[in-house]
């Protein structure tokens, strides 16, 4: 079960709804991952999967059997981990504009990719940067207001580039339109 260090409630309704999920796999933890002040007891076969970072961790360790993996470092933290977690035990959450950017940084920090096993998290979410997130200007200024916890990594995945280019694509669509509007005025006048 997944349980806040400090008995942070924001953390701790999260990491019951964890606990819950995990639990009701039916498959015994193995491994506490603690990212920031909450622990997840999980399974490493379910990670390592789609995991390639934990899987390194796992295979490089030094101890006869590795119990405890420190994640503190995860991009978006506790509840962005706990998304990933979930996709890593086939478990549906729902990819938003307001997370995709830190689920995109988490998988890119948890090598998630399509490199490793197929159709992991990154590939999910650049497919939902790509058909949904970024199609609108709107969703681009929600993604680019979520990333600002997220440099350099965001910059890196060029998550930043690909909301400007919508937004001044976006704006080219606005300005003509603002100008006809106000030549109109003008001409009115």
């Given at each position: ?59 490089e360790t030094k101890e006869a059997d590795l119990t405890r993996i420190n ?57 939902f940067l790509s058909q949904v997130a970024l199609s609108s200007l709107s ?51």
């Amino acid at each position: 079960m997944a349980t806040p260090l400090n008995g942070n409630n924001r953390l701790s309704t999260a990491m019951e709804r964890t606990g819950q999920w995990v639990f009701s796999q039916e498959i015994p933890t193995d491994v506490i991952v603690k990212v920031g002040e909450a622990n997840f007891n999980l399974r490493k076969f379910m990670l390592v999967a789609k995991s390639n970072y934990i899987r390194k961790l796992v295979m490089e360790t030094k101890e006869a059997d590795l119990t405890r993996i420190n994640l503190s470092e995860v991009p978006g933290g506790p509840e962005i981990f706990e998304k990933a977690a979930k996709f890593c035990y086939g478990v549906n959450f729902e990819i938003t504009v307001h997370n995709v950017a830190a689920l995109r940084c988490a998988a890119e920090y948890l090598q998630m990719t399509d490199k490793y096993s197929d159709n992991n998290l990154a590939g999910r979410t650049d497919d939902f940067l790509s058909q949904v997130a970024l199609s609108s200007l709107s969703g681009a200024v929600v993604v680019l207001k979520s990333r600002e916890d997220l440099l350099p990594m965001a910059e890196e995945l060029k998550i930043i580039q690909r909301c400007k280019s919508i937004y001044i694509y976006g704006s080219i669509i606005v300005l003509p339109r603002t100008l006809i509007c106000l030549v109109g005025t003008k001409i009115r006048s």
